[in-house]
């Protein structure tokens, strides 16, 4: 079956490290993919998307992503983390303009 | 511009009542679509409307459930007889539906059923 998969329920980093927020995928064809954060009591917000071409993804607040076709993997990064980076974060896909399937999602906490 | 907006932002409920919960999309997009966000089940995709097509019901979770959109616009999600299980945030997305677009989402309605 198709699916994206976060294998990290949470995700501790200190303020002003990296960070990573992984993200797999097992999907057929080419796939889209994009990462969505969630601030408490807030809707989804879009942060980037993958569709072609350059394999590093630039989207807001200074994340990128690294679409990797020989590990299925796209991973969502920052160089620097912010305190007000603690979210809920959730890798997806889709087949064009069609319903996103979402990872599970992954909780950031950014320490201090 | 005006993003998704969703009203309620909460309901509360008894079981056995109907709801319906509302959607207005970005001005202009095409797509729209809803979504349940629970504690259990994670982010699952309800309904979706592309332009004039036959909407895509195939993640509705049982006949208690419909949605429909009025002049490719603003959208309506009716919940029949209400269960406890239905007690989720149900999130409304629209997106311009021409090439490989990002959905926008709105804030959601919490939906609590007693």
């Known amino acids: 079956a198709q699916s994206v998969a976060q294998p990290e329920d949470q995700v501790n980093v200190a303020e002003g490290n990296p960070l990573t927020v992984k993200c797999t995928y097992s999907?057929?064809?080419?796939?889209?993919l994009f990462w969505y954060v969630q601030y408490p009591n807030r809707g989804l917000q879009f942060l980037l998307k993958y569709i072609t071409g350059d394999n590093l993804v630039k989207g807001s607040y200074g994340f990128e992503a690294e679409f990797n076709k020989s590990q299925t993997s796209f991973h969502l990064k920052k160089p620097s983390a912010l305190v007000s980076d603690s979210a809920l974060y959730f890798c997806a896909y889709n087949s064009g303009n069609t319903p996103l399937v979402f990872g599970k999602g992954t909780r950031l906490s950014v320490i201090a | 511009g005006a993003g998704v907006s969703q009203s309620p932002s909460n309901k509360v409920t008894e079981k056995g009542k109907d709801v319906e919960l509302r959607c207005d999309p970005i001005?202009?997009?095409?797509?729209l679509y809803w979504y349940r966000q629970s504690l259990g089940q994670g982010l699952e995709f309800l309904i979706y409307?592309?332009?004039?097509?036959?909407?895509?019901k195939s993640g509705l979770p049982s006949d208690r459930f419909s949605a429909e959109r009025t002049g490719g616009s603003v959208s309506t999600l009716t919940i029949q007889r209400t269960q406890q299980e239905d007690s989720a945030v149900y999130l409304c997305?629209?997106?311009?539906?021409?090439?490989?677009?990002?959905?926008?989402f709105g804030p959601g309605t919490r939906l609590t059923v007693t």
């Open positions: 997305a629209s997106s311009s539906g021409t090439g490989i677009n990002e959905q926008y």
């Open positions: 999907v057929s064809g080419n796939p889209y």
């Open positions: 001005s202009g997009h095409t797509a």
């Open positions: 409307f592309q332009g004039n097509s036959a909407p895509d």
